[in-house]
């Protein structure tokens, strides 16, 4: 990883909270550079854990051990405070281009990397558009979640059962509590992307899938 100056947008993880959920962005910015500015600019008050560059770069931008500012409001699976109980990485990209192999290739050793260090499931590692339907859409319909879970590094549904309540199933697997239509927009973008229309027989047996093989665990349910 390249040394980088940290940023000072971070604090303490609330209440002993450890890191057991991933959270994948996108900067949304022309340029990695004047992503790495605005995460450390203080007047920001936004930071990551982890910035990754088109080439493969990975910057540490702030201690694991700490709070880093990346998600904002929205939950997953009953954490409401999802910035006390992450780690948030940032990928370089624009929001409109494709993902570069370089890019890809470094944030799966990240990933293999944090994971075992923390203990941290594949079902875990998410998108922030996951956690806040209502106001986000990174990392976006180009990200390649499939190729994660290929690798272990995320998860990927098979069709369940088609009759399944698509709502409820998605929040059994841990989207938040948001109106049915942002949860199937949210939904969409990671495991169907270029769907369009009315929820279908497909979105109910993805998320019934997921719901069955991933339900929230009990134990992670908290703020």
């Known amino acids: 990883m390249a040394g980088a100056p940290p940023s000072p947008n971070f604090g303490p993880r609330k209440d002993g909270a450890c890191a057991d959920l991933i959270v994948i962005h996108y900067t949304a910015m022309p340029s990695c550079a004047e992503a790495r500015a605005r995460l450390c600019d203080p007047e920001a008050e936004v930071s990551a854990h982890y910035l990754i560059a088109e080439t493969g770069t990975v910057e540490a931008l702030v201690s694991e051990e700490m709070r880093a500012w990346h998600a904002g409001a929205g939950g997953w699976g ?54 806040a339907p209502e106001r986000k859409r990174d990392p976006g319909p180009r990200f390649d979640w499939r190729r994660l879970a290929r690798a272990g590094l995320s998860v990927w549904p098979e069709p369940g059962d088609a009759q399944s309540d698509f709502a409820a ?52 349910a908290s703020s």
Do not use: C, K, W
């Open 169 to 220: 199933s998605a929040r059994a697997f841990g989207y938040p509590d948001a109106a049915p239509d942002l949860l199937l927009v949210a939904f969409r973008l990671r495991f169907r992307p270029g769907a369009v229309g009315p929820e279908d027989t497909l979105d109910r047996a993805l998320a019934a899938d997921l719901a069955r093989r991933f339900p929230v665990d009990g134990g992670a």
């Open 78 to 131: 009953g954490v409401s405070d999802v910035n006390s109980r992450s780690i948030g990485i940032e990928l370089a990209n624009t929001g409109d281009a494709p993902f570069p192999e370089p890019q890809m290739t470094a944030l799966e050793h990240l990933l293999a990397d944090i994971m075992g260090r923390h203990t941290i499931p594949p079902e875990r590692v998410i998108g922030h558009s996951d956690m």
